[in-house]
């Protein structure tokens, strides 16, 4: 295939890439034409299995990710553009969470009582009531008579006796 006759205008030296049929120039240099364009690149899913097994072993993003070697943007670029990915993001996680709440509770069992406190409060305590910083009161769901409401307040020890 012939050479490109266009030279760089600043060191005059001749142009290598391979002229075009039918021309004496290349894409680069013939006016007429535009430079081929590269395929897209196909994203890389070939990390998301491994990611998704380090977010159920650690429910950390961060240790998830240094552990298939790809960066955290990457990582919530996919959770943003793949919704598949997503929903199996949330499951992993809560994988994880599960697997943390088990070796707690055995810990709470085994040997510690602040733990176990931790973990009933967790899993049991839900306030009725709940006083904003504006001091604003807001029930979990609205008291139907005014007695029970101010039972519920007493309850807290919103309301004096």
């Known amino acids: 295939m012939p050479r490109c006759k266009a030279t760089a205008p600043t060191t005059g030296k001749p142009c290598r890439k391979d002229a075009l ?13 535009t430079p081929p364009k590269p395929p897209p690149k196909q994203p890389d899913f070939s990390w998301h299995e491994g990611f998704l097994t380090g977010l159920r072993k650690h429910a950390n993003v961060r240790l998830a990710s240094q ?60 306030p009725r009531v709940s006083i904003e910083h504006s001091g604003a009161i807001r029930f979990r769901r609205e008291p139907q008579t005014l007695t029970e409401q101010n039972e519920v307040l007493r309850e807290h020890g919103i309301l004096g006796v």
């Not at 069992?109 to 839900?126: G, P």
Request: proline share 3%; glycine share 6%.
């Open 67 to 126: 552990s298939v070697g790809v960066g955290r943007r990457l990582v919530y670029d996919h959770r943003e553009k793949y919704p598949d990915f997503a929903q199996a993001w949330d499951d992993a996680i809560e994988d994880g969470i599960d697997t943390l709440e088990a070796i707690a509770y055995k810990r709470a069992m085994e040997s510690s009582d602040t733990l176990m406190i931790f973990l009933l409060k967790a899993k049991r305590y839900q």
């Open 21 to 33: 049929i039918g021309s004496e120039l290349c894409y680069q240099h013939d006016p007429n034409t």
